[in-house]
């Protein structure tokens, strides 16, 4: 798997929390992902301290005017990245004049090679099911679902199924995992939705789970990710053990 697109229609349940630590915990590997921020709110961009003009951003490549490898920047970590910035809302709008734009990521990673070249690529969906995320998912080889160990989420994970059946009427079953995150050991909510997501996933669901962490939301206030910020804590073990089982379980595709 190449591409993954880390995507849930719940806000604020960790999209961007994973995207920008799985590609940190990559490139400690000293593996160079490529990230694309996909969402117009742009939080991942600011996460890297970045405030692009809308030109130098993903919604250039929608507009048509620039093929993604001329806007890919490059980060401290050497992490990969095209940023977002808020004009891309625009295209989320358009949905019913250009239906093909659902189409323009996945062949644009091809036709330029990024996708299958080895480099993991990985792209943060916003919440929102429009063009941006329809293009994310067809795009993708996995797709990365977030779930906060919260009463619903189970609801919510059974409501993103009948959304990602629906894609189905336009290409392929993608691969999909969910996560769960911000979970609190000993606490009986969060153990009892962990146990039902298992049941209702039991293959689906990944055996990693992401901690509550002060370090992840902290991190995010210096514009870091967890190794930079707190490279001993329990927050950077969490995201080896998930990096380790996506390897393990083939779902993460890395240039031997
Ligand atoms: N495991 C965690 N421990 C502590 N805080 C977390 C954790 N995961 C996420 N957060 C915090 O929760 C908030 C929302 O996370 P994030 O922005 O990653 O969600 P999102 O799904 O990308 O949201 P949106 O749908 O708006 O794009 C952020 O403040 C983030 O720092
Ligand atoms: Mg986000």
């Known amino acids: 798997m190449t ?82 910035h808020l004009e891309l809302a625009r295209v989320d709008s358009q949905l019913v004049r250009h239906r093909d734009h659902i189409w323009r990521l996945k062949l644009a990673l091809e036709a330029e090679m990024l996708a299958g070249s080895g480099t993991p690529i990985i792209i943060d969906c916003s919440p929102m099911l429009g063009i941006l995320s329809f293009s994310a998912l067809l795009a993708a080889d996995l797709i990365l679902i977030p779930v906060a160990a919260e009463f619903l989420a189970l609801n919510g994970a059974c409501m993103l199924e009948r959304t990602l059946f629906g894609l189905e009427k336009f290409d392929r079953r993608r691969e999909r995992r969910y996560i769960v995150n911000r979970y609190q050991d000993g606490n009986p909510t969060h153990e009892k939705v962990r146990a039902q997501l298992e049941k209702h996933f039991p293959r689906e669901l990944l055996r990693t789970i992401i901690h509550e962490s002060n370090d992840i939301m902290a991190a995010v206030g210096d514009n870091l990710d967890v190794f930079r910020y707190a490279p001993d804590s329990s927050a950077s073990t969490d995201f080896s053990f998930l990096l380790d089982e996506l390897i393990e379980k083939n779902l993460i595709g890395i240039e031997e």
């Not at 993954?4 to 995207?19: E, W």
């Not at 996460?47 to 490059?74: H, K, M, V």
Request: charged share 10%; proline share 7%.
């Open 3 to 84: 591409v993954i697109a880390v995507f849930n229609q719940k806000g604020g349940v960790g999209k961007t929390t994973l995207s920008a630590n799985l590609a940190a915990t990559l490139a400690q590997n000293g593996i160079a992902p490529l990230v694309i921020d996909l969402d117009p709110q742009a939080h991942l961009t600011a996460t890297w301290g970045l405030n692009p003009r809308a030109s130098q951003s993903i919604y250039r490549f929608y507009q048509g005017t620039s093929p993604l490898t001329d806007l890919i920047q490059t980060s401290g970590p050497g992490i990969h990245f095209i940023p977002s």
